[in-house]
């Protein structure tokens, strides 16, 4: 280990640098994680919810998602308010999309980053791999091909080293954000998915009806 930790200080400014985009990737992981765990809860309390708002007791429905930790509770629970303001349909959709927009955005927040992490870091390891390449043989050329085999090996395991850093910082970015991002996706769906439903019971049909999907967030 303590070998490995020298290699790598002696990676020069690509190592560096990598080690800097792992320590970002790995932070954005994790809180991504945390904001994204509750996203697709709450599908129990919004269909308790719809069965109170069919059977007319509005109140209750409002109460169940009171306190929703999902963005379809919050959006859903704003429709209801708004319906029972007696609110134009048109403009409660408007401000139904306006906040699924919101959510779905906050969900996707600093994704593009751990896909840009994931896309760079490869392309930073073959960068110093290259680099460091070039100067084991700048070496071997000054030392006019006297230069020790195993001083010329370990030169040019250190420049691969480089490229097997970028793979390891990037692989844990790539599958990180293809998760996240699958999560918000699912989580946006569910959105589109509770208006839709909310809609169509006010507007007469049941739970298991197709939901009205005009305006609804995305």
Same mark, same amino acid.
């Given at each position: ?7 790598? %200080?002696?990676? @020069? +400014? &690509? ?13 954005? &992981? ?6 994204? #765990? ?6 129990? $309390? ?6 109170? #708002?069919?059977?007319? $007791? ?9 306190? @929703? ?22 403009? =409660? /959709? ?7 927009? $919101?959510? &779905? ?9 751990? /896909? ?18 070039? %100067?084991?043989? %700048?070496? =071997? /050329? ?14 040019? #395991? %250190? ?7 970028? =793979?390891?910082?990037?692989? +844990? ?28 019971? /006010? $507007? ?10 005009? @305006?609804?967030?995305?």
């Amino acid at each position: 280990m303590g070998r490995l930790i020298d290699r790598l %200080q002696d990676g @020069g +400014p &690509v190592i560096a640098l990598l080690l800097v985009l792992s320590l970002i990737s790995l932070t954005l &992981v994790a809180m991504k994680t945390v904001q994204l #765990w509750p996203v697709r809860s709450g599908a129990g $309390d919004r269909r308790r919810a719809f069965e109170a #708002w069919r059977a007319g $007791d509005r109140d209750a429905a409002q109460r169940i998602l009171g306190d @929703g930790r999902s963005p379809a509770d919050r959006v859903t629970a704003v429709a209801m308010r708004g319906l029972r303001d007696g609110r134009r349909r048109g403009a =409660l /959709e408007s401000e139904a999309l306006r906040l699924g927009n $919101d959510e &779905v955005e906050a969900m996707n927040r600093h994704i593009r980053l751990l /896909e840009l992490i994931a896309m760079v870091s490869p392309l930073l390891g073959l960068l110093g791999t290259v680099l460091g390449m070039i %100067q084991s043989f %700048q070496e =071997l /050329e000054l030392a006019q091909g006297a230069a020790n085999a195993s001083v010329l090996a370990g030169g040019i #395991w %250190q420049a691969l080293l480089t490229t097997a850093t970028g =793979l390891i910082v990037a692989i +844990p970015a790539a599958i990180g954000a293809t998760l996240l991002s699958a999560r918000a996706e699912s989580a946006s769906h569910m959105i589109e998915s509770a208006v839709g439903q909310l809609l169509a019971i /006010e $507007d007469g049909g049941g739970l298991g009806g197709s939901p009205r999907r005009e @305006g609804a967030p995305r």
